[in-house]
């Protein structure tokens, strides 16, 4: 019965142990993307969608989907007017700001996938 006593208290130590790793891996997997970013936009001349979360950021270029998710992120940096992501596969995502508060630039790369508006 002292053995059984022992393992059982050995398995909610080793249990509790190994949420808290978990737990704090959740909490990390987001893109700290700035306020004036977050929402899905429509290309002004391409009509592809966009959309930028702090859990994945989606977007097509050249008829090809593309979806960035939080693990995918390497760096951010945040400018004054722009936004910048860079991933694991040396990829780098820039937002710039515009003079309309409802409209984004959006490079991919050495892309310029042009002007979205937000659908709001």
């Not at 053995?3 to 737990?23: D, K, N, V, Y």
């Not at 859990?55 to 693990?71: C, G, M, N, P, R």
Request: proline share 2%; aromatic share 12%.
């Amino acid at each position: 019965m002292r053995h059984l006593l022992f393992a059982f208290i050995g398995l909610l130590l080793l249990t509790s142990c190994e949420s808290e790793p978990i737990q704090e891996a959740f909490v990390e997997q987001t893109i700290a993307v700035p306020g004036w970013l977050v929402g899905t936009y429509d290309g002004v001349h391409t009509q592809k969608e966009l959309s930028v979360y702090p859990d994945k950021i989606t977007f097509e270029y050249l008829d090809i989907s593309k979806e960035i998710v939080a693990s995918q992120v390497v760096q951010v940096q945040l400018e004054e007017s722009r936004f910048l992501v860079y991933t694991i596969d040396n990829e780098l995502l820039i937002f710039n700001k515009t003079t309309l508060d409802s409209e984004i630039n959006f490079h991919f790369n050495e892309l310029n996938l042009g002007w979205f508006r937000n659908k709001k």
